[in-house]
């Protein structure tokens, strides 16, 4: 009998127990970058493997809370943010942001994606932004925001790396870089690749691009220091410091099965850097005009698990910072965690589609029409009252 070989996301589709390990293995992950005209800066960070929102932003004041979590929620104390909710110790460093009102949550979101708790099929949908998975030829909702921006222009056309991000694919250019990214040759191997290939534009475009981007620029930032997603923030400050408008990456290390209270605090102090990295590497007039997205592909069960751990839920939880976002909140519709509440009776309720606040945050940075969000760049979506999430 003839098989015809396995493609790679084939094989990691039907094995669960490695698409759990490598969501929950270390970043892995390209950075893409793109340019646009506006002025504002957006990042968006895609965290893979269904982040626990109940532990990040605990409903402390939820008489049913502690009931659902009866291990988790001991350990250190959570730092209060408005005397109902409350951010897991881990964030600690960020407790800055939030007392300037450029960090902000939304709680009870989630894509339309329902029931089956995949993590491929969860991820594939965040980032396609659209309502189901149906149809050929997907492509992303960031590509699809920046068709209808005018002057676009990606640093290159070419990918370096591990590949690109879905919710980039599409029409509109964009690079692609990576940590490991690296073009050691020499001057005089390089001014020959560069007499070889000059005859041909897109080629010469390439090689000069693929040599910036891995630190042979004049002046590049070093970023082949300290950990990767210290690597990535480095980078996309240093990129969105100049024509770069938009960067996109994503973390792994989110499915916590078991021992989230070990694994979970690794993961947020990821997150963390990243974003006081972020802050400190863009400067204070660029970080007022920037806004960060964490997005995650669904939430986790309201019940800890047997193992110290949650399993794959339905509602999660947005994560914003940046001088543009209007923070200082918990922003979204609370359903409450009572037995009655409970989506099938395990998981937070989803109160509202997680793209509605993104768009809001890109009509609020690129003056985009809401027809346009609405049906072009998430189309099916309806974006309902600004939550005013945008200064």
Known sequence: MNHA????????????????????????????????????????IIL????????????????????????????????????????????K?????????????VHAVSTPYRDKRSHFDGQDLLEAGTQDLGGAGRDGWLNRLMQHLPQIEAETAYGIGQGTLNLLAGTAPVANWTPEAALDLSPQVLRLAEQIMQSDPQMHAALIEAQMLSDGRPGAVSTKKGPAHIQ??????????????????????????????????????????????????????????TAVVALTEFGRTARENG???????????????????????????WPGLGEQALYQGRDLMPTDDVRAPVAWIMRGMTGLPISTLQDKVFPGLEMGADPKVVR
């Open 307 to 333: 193992t110290g751990g949650t399993d794959h839920g339905t509602a999660g939880l947005m994560m914003m910072a940046g001088g543009a976002i209007r923070g200082g909140r918990v922003f979204g519709r």
């Open 5 to 44: 070989p396995l493609t790679r996301r084939q094989m990691l589709a039907r094995s669960g127990w490695i698409g759990c390990s490598l969501a929950a293995s270390p970043l892995w992950t390209p950075l893409s970058l793109a340019n646009a005209p506006w002025q504002g800066r957006l990042v968006v």
């Open 93 to 105: 460093d960020l407790m800055p942001l939030w007392h300037r009102e450029e960090l902000g949550f």
């Open 48 to 91: 893979r493997g269904g982040m626990d929102g109940l532990d990040v932003v605990r409903p402390t004041g939820d008489p049913a809370f502690a009931a659902l979590r009866p291990t988790l929620a001991k350990g250190d104390a959570p730092l209060d943010l408005d005397g109902y909710f409350a951010m897991h110790p881990a964030l």
């Open 232 to 289: 990535v923030a480095r980078f996309a400050a240093d990129r969105l410091r100049g024509p770069a408008r938009i960067a996109a990456f994503s973390l792994n290390g989110w499915d916590t099965h078991r021992a989230q209270a070990r694994m979970l605090p690794r993961s947020l102090g990821q997150l963390s850097d990243v974003i006081t990295t972020l802050k400190q590497d863009l400067g204070a007039a660029i970080w007022s005009q």
